[in-house]
């Protein structure tokens, strides 16, 4: 994160969750931030890491805006039982009202699920407040889009997308060039 104005913050994504932050303050001014959230990331609650970091400084959750970038989307999300079962934890733990809903059986083969990445990222900001309505998703599955990067499509040879945030300063109207 950082209150620097003109200083992009940049994730490289290629099937994981982007996730932009941005928040005014009266007191503090503005600040944004940047997070790379992978399975592991949402599993273990990189999310709520960088809310909590955030409002421990100071910034209400009521003026966050949240962009979340294309990534995997759930029809695409395949995982062992392993992974779907601490991605499950992960929804529990920020109180989904149905955790069981971000997991699918998978069609064809049994000892795999789907998992919905995006909704429990969602419950992780919405647990702190963030409202709903300021929570906005660029809805792309980075699997089925040929117009995105995708490391389980592409595998090794996937390229990155990026997303990025800053705070931009307005220019000084008495500067001459």
Known sequence: FTTEKNLGLIVKTADCVPILIACESNDLGPVVCAVHAGWRGVSSGITSGAVRTLLERGYPPTKMIVKIGPHIGRKSFDVGIDVAQELFGAAQLAKHPSPESVIDRHPTEPSKRRVDLEAIVRQQLMQFMIPSEAIESFAVD?????????????????????????????????SQE
């Open 142 to 174: 980075t699997f089925t889009s040929q117009d995105y990067s995708s490391f389980r499509r592409e595998g090794s040879a996937a390229g990155r997308n990026l997303s990025f945030v800053a705070i931009a300063s307005a220019r000084d109207s008495t």
